[in-house]
């Protein structure tokens, strides 16, 4: 009767055959769908160029956004001024740019509030046990509501 010993396991185990992970799965199927990678690519561009905008204004354009001309209102595009002028004489094309920063920090801002904000309370409500949890959930969908309705009335108020 031989006895054989037991090798010794390996301290780097062998990588499991399987399917991707989560995050693989999402980026193929993001890389799929032709809508949603076109749409990057036009938020990229319109992110790059807003951060840029400085850099565009005074290099590219050769213009700044603050200075008037009052002589020089409306008008249509040129080669002096691409994107026309405003009722001030401003570059339209340069204040559009920089306008794109302020949209994007304004999104960004928007975001990190509801991370903070909700991510803590959908784990309070997802892990509380009881009737209270359902109660929890219809609070939040009731803020999501207000938030929609407060933004349809102060933009019917602005039309108006």
């Known amino acids: 009767m031989t006895t054989r010993a ?3 396991p390996s301290p780097h185990p ?4 399987g399917s991707p992970g989560f995050f693989t799965q999402a980026y ?11 749409a990057l690519a036009v938020f990229a561009l319109i992110g790059l160029t807003s951060l840029a905008a400085p850099l ?3 290099q590219v354009l050769h213009t700044d956004p603050t200075r008037q001309d009052l002589l ?3 008008e249509p595009p040129s080669a002096q ?15 559009v740019l920089y306008a794109g920063q302020v949209s994007l920090g304004i999104g960004l801002a928007v975001v990190l509030v509801q991370l903070t904000i909700g991510v803590p309370l959908g ?7 009881g009737a209270g949890a359902g109660l929890r ?3 939040l969908d009731g803020g999501d509501a207000a938030g929609a309705g407060t933004g349809a009335l102060g933009e019917t108020a602005r039309l108006h």
């Open 14 to 17: 062998e990588p499991v055959e």
């Open 123 to 129: 784990l309070i409500a997802g892990y509380s046990l």
């Open 6 to 8: 037991a090798a010794a």
């Open 72 to 74: 020089r209102d409306y």
């Open 56 to 58: 565009i204004a005074a």
């Open 137 to 139: 959930s219809a609070q």
């Open 28 to 38: 193929l199927r993001f890389r799929r769908d032709s809508v949603s990678v076109a």
């Open 81 to 95: 001024h691409w994107g026309g002028t405003d009722a001030f004489g401003r570059d339209a094309l340069t204040r």
